[in-house]
């Protein structure tokens, strides 16, 4: 990172608004405790699809993004959820990959989802998502770059320059992404591709952690050349806690 730099990327959230809620309030705290800096959050997209509050994930990025210096990357289920208001194909791929729970954080009951054909679903959509949501995701970007890292939603494509990506393999791509083990150009700090434990590699860092099935949400914080990890957590009597530890 530059010299003043601080920056926290977080990985996956779909849809678990009270991880992320939590995992914000430890960034804010960890953020005061190490003291003055140019500090930057990133979102490595997918906030929405599969988990039960996507709509309130969306509402509170919103909020953040006016409050802080946010870098907002565009995940795949973002692209799908845009591209289901006028692409019925990718509309049924979208309800089958998490759009269903979306559409209901929105307030459609699960019933008038099961009844609606595709044309009355579309309609539906767009009578319930506020324009101002479908704006907002539609501004989020490809790839970020800071000092010699490269923040990206999935991936990148060996052999080709970073300021040459396509947004689709930045969106979409594992291999021959996950598997490469030469140089990138920048580390390339992503999620998408869900690992027990964040990944740590010479060229990658995946921070992916499945939290709409684990439960844990994880952002990983940079400084110099220092590293640490913040993760929240739903423990089994349902609360929600945090701790960060070095990397």
């Known amino acids: 990172m530059p010299s003043g730099t ?14 992320f809620r ?7 705290a960890d953020d005061e405790r190490r003291g003055p800096a140019q500090t930057r959050i990133v979102l490595l997209g997918d906030l929405i699809d599969r988990g039960p509050e996507s709509a309130g994930v969306v509402a509170l990025a919103r909020e953040l993004s006016q409050q802080r210096d946010v870098a907002l990357i565009m995940g795949n289920h973002e692209e799908m959820f ?19 729970e979306t559409m209901q954080s929105y307030g459609i009951p699960v019933e008038a989802l099961n009844e ?16 101002e949501d479908r704006d907002f995701l539609a501004g989020f970007r490809k790839m970020v770059r800071v000092g010699d890292y490269a923040f990206v939603h999935a991936g990148v494509r060996p052999d080709m320059p970073l300021e040459k990506q396509t947004g689709s393999d930045c969106r979409w791509i594992r291999e021959p992404f996950l598997s490469h083990a030469g140089d990138f150009g920048a580390v390339v700090v992503h999620g998408h591709t869900v690992t027990e434990q964040p990944e740590f590699l010479p060229n990658r860092i995946g921070i992916d952690t499945g939290a709409f099935i684990s439960g844990t949400l994880t952002a990983i914080g940079l400084q110099g050349t220092d590293r640490w990890l913040i993760q929240a ?12 530890r070095a990397a």
């Not at 601080?6 to 991880?19: E, K, T």
């Not at 609606?116 to 324009?131: C, F, G, N, R």
């Not at 957590?233 to 960060?244: R, V």
């Open 6 to 19: 601080r920056v926290y990327a977080v990985g996956d959230i779909h849809g678990r608004l009270d991880l």
């Open 116 to 131: 609606a054909d595709t044309d009355e679903l579309q309609q539906l959509m767009i009578d319930k998502v506020p324009k």
């Open 22 to 28: 939590e995992i914000l309030r430890s960034i804010e």
């Open 82 to 100: 845009l591209d289901s208001f006028s692409k019925q194909g990718i509309l049924r791929n979208f309800m089958r990959y998490g759009g269903a």
């Open 233 to 244: 957590f739903a423990q089994d009597n349902g609360k929600i806690s945090s701790f960060a």
